[in-house]
Antibody, heavy 117, light 108 residues
Framework: QVQLVESGGGVVQPGRSLRLSCAASGFTFSRYGMHWVRQAPGKGLEWVAVISYDGSRKYYGDSAKGRFTISRDNSKNTLYLQMNSLRPEDTAVYYC??????????WGQGTLVTVSS | QSALTQPASVSGSPGQSITLSCTGTSSDVGGYNYVSWYQQHPGKAPKLMIYDVSNRPSGVSNRFSGSKSGNTASLTISGLQAEDEADYYCSSYTSSVVFGGGTKLTVL
């Protein structure tokens, strides 16, 4: 069965960097696009970024442009999100999700990022 | 892209049918059939309930159905059950993804 397991979250000071990982299993990772979606405490879902199956195309939401970078290593079945210049408003649970023909069909359980001094 | 518009809360009694709305524009909801609905229970990850406006993934109850008219998509839950109490999010997928603000469904 499809499994997505995020890691790398934690407490980080404003202005610092953090890299999140998402380990995928149960499907052929290299055939599917992948997303990052975040959810601030008590708030709704916010789309962060998507990467194509081969990593050649990447798109970002407005809050991520210029600071976050999505990438993948198909040899390791792993998705990444490099987050730089973090701000308190980036505090959220970050989910990775599998793309299936214009929908997000499987989601991980999320990893919490807290940006605070 | 601006967020899609959903009512903040909806309530219903067990056994009733309720409909959640999701309003966008001709550039997202109205222009493409890539509307999805997600259910999220507290502390849990979102779960896909409807994709491509009206299709149900395997394993999702047929009490859940989706439709679209113009720039507004709808999720109908029939035979409301206590376990349906959750937050529901719509989304539209073009080259990027935009979510609605979410609707909290309360089962009275």
């Amino acid at each position: 069965q499809v499994q997505l397991v995020e890691s790398g979250g934690g407490v980080v000071q404003p202005g610092r960097s953090l890299r999140l990982s998402c380990a995928a299993s149960g499907f052929t990772f290299s055939r599917y696009g992948m997303h990052w979606v975040r959810q601030a405490p008590g708030k709704g879902l916010e789309w962060v970024a998507v990467i194509s199956y081969d990593g050649s195309r990447k798109y970002y939401g407005d809050s991520a442009k210029g600071r976050f970078t999505i990438s993948r290593d198909n040899s390791k079945n792993t998705l990444y999100l490099q987050m730089n210049s973090l701000r308190p408003e980036d505090t959220a649970v970050y989910y990775c999700a599998k793309d299936e023909m214009a929908t997000l069909d499987y989601w991980g359980q999320g990893t919490l990022v807290t940006v605070s001094s | 892209q601006s967020a899609l518009t959903q009512p903040a809360s909806v309530s219903g009694s067990p056994g009733q049918s309720i409909t959640l709305s999701c309003t966008g524009t001709s550039s997202d909801v109205g222009g493409y059939n890539y509307v999805s609905w997600y259910q999220q229970h507290p502390g849990k990850a979102p779960k896909l309930m409807i994709y491509d406006v009206s299709n149900r993934p395997s394993g999702v109850s047929n009490r859940f159905s989706g439709s679209k008219s113009g720039n507004t998509a709808s999720l109908t839950i029939s035979g409301l059950q206590a376990e349906d109490e959750a937050d529901y999010y719509c989304s539209s997928y073009t080259s990027s993804v935009v979510f609605g603000g979410g609707t909290k469904l309360t089962v009275l």
